[in-house]
């Protein structure tokens, strides 16, 4: 993604962002996520937002992998992402990645690095009409 939309809290996921820049780190030992012998660390942004308040990195003790990412928002609603299994080893097939518009019968299209007023959708997305109800 050429523009950054996503928020800090999740961007480290596919390797933007500076945690280290944007947040205050600590260990947290409330035993409230991850395994007993896990690494958890919490992060608290430096600045405030509202899209979240706080980012929990449970990381492996064995071989420092993120196995969990909680996000907590500012209204204490948690988002929560398990890391199951991953295979560091086995190179993903680009194909995983591709989009069948036959797979969907209902779906919206939209080009996040299209900006609007610039080229020829000016921002706009393929759609696909909602069925009726």
């Known amino acids: 993604m050429k523009q950054d939309l996503t928020p800090i809290a999740v961007s480290f996921l596919y390797g933007k962002g500076d945690l280290r820049a944007e947040f205050n ?19 608290t ?26 996000i907590i928002d500012s209204l204490d609603n948690v988002n929560q992402f398990r890391f199951f299994t991953p295979d560091f080893e086995k190179p993903l097939k680009d194909s995983s990645f591709e989009f069948d518009v036959r797979s969907v019968k209902n779906y919206r299209v939209i080009d ?9 959708n000016a921002g706009s997305a393929d759609l696909v009409p909602a069925p009726k109800k």
């Open 112 to 120: 996040i690095d299209q900006q609007p007023g610039v080229g020829s």
């Open 25 to 43: 780190a600590e260990l947290d030992a409330t035993g409230k996520y991850g395994a007993k012998d896990d690494y958890v660390l919490k992060l």
């Open 45 to 70: 942004p430096k600045k405030p937002s509202a899209q979240y308040k706080t980012l929990v990195l449970v990381v492996s003790h064995d071989d420092f992998h993120v196995s969990q990412s909680v």
